[in-house]
């Protein structure tokens, strides 16, 4: 039984990834939330009689575009049929679009977040990025980022980058493990040497380790140097013809953060095929 939020703004984009989650977990028992967040509410914490009946009427309205919004989509979705497997449950929800995600993965035993992205040009691609970008390594479900225009194609193997400097466990994997084992695909682990260091004897255990996890038979290891970790793996996933690429959402220097974006935030919005993101609380 899979739990998945589908956060939307029943926009075109968000939509293809509402289809892209159905394919995915096709002959899986799926409880689909279709999530609005109507983020533009306003709190009723005034004083004033006229404030507070302008802040009734704001969200009045925004709630029943929500509400048509959810109905309209749930209709599309009936008419091109719903697998039996698949449940989908509407919600309006009101607050900032990550504490509200954030509450409602806690409540619901979310597994994955399925969100349509795109890159930042334009006033709606940096906004849909930005809240991508902000559940990465923040939230404990597994955010899974669906590029523009991505339509679904058969999972027959999956790349996961990775640094060997991790503490691998099968919880934290569940994610991508879960996935492999859905569409019988192969896993092609990805170690990038960016500085042509070699494996340290901690990173030799750990890779040791996730070999016996992954089990040989299923999957493959591979190593490049002397190249960027974004530009390595995307170029990497390509090159396979990989159907989707795994990464785990480390903890970042707080005050770098504020200045940059961090290499996992700039891969997602400028990705190829769907990145699906672990965070590294989970293992």
Known sequence: MRNVILPTDFSPNAQKAIAYAQNLFKGNTTTFYLVNVMDGAVPYSTTGIGTKRMAETINKSLLEQSNEGLETTMADLKAQGIAEEHTFVPCSLKGSFFNTIEKFIEEKDIHYVIMGTKGASGLKEMTLGSNTSSLLGKVLAAVLA??????????????????????????????????????????????????????????????????????????????????????????????????????????????????????????????????????????
């Open 146 to 283: 669906v590029p523009e225009n991505y339509s679904f194609q058969n999972i027959e193997e999956l790349v996961f980058a990775t640094d060997f400097e991790v503490d691998y466990s099968e919880k934290g994997l569940a994610p991508l493990l879960d996935l492999r084992r859905d569409h019988n695909a192969r896993i092609a682990v990805l170690f990038l040497d960016e500085q042509r260091k070699g494996l340290s004897g901690t990173q030799i255990t750990a890779k040791s380790y996730l070999q016996t996890l992954l089990k040989e038979e299923n999957s493959d290891f591979f190593e490049l140097d002397g190249v960027g970790v974004a530009m390595g793996a995307r170029l990497f996933t390509k090159s396979r013809r990989a159907d989707l690429l795994c990464l785990v959402a480390k903890k970042h220097d707080k005050l770098l953060d504020l200045f940059r974006k961090s290499e996992t935030k700039g891969m997602v919005n400028h990705a190829d095929v769907p990145i699906l993101v672990l965070n590294q609380a989970n293992f």
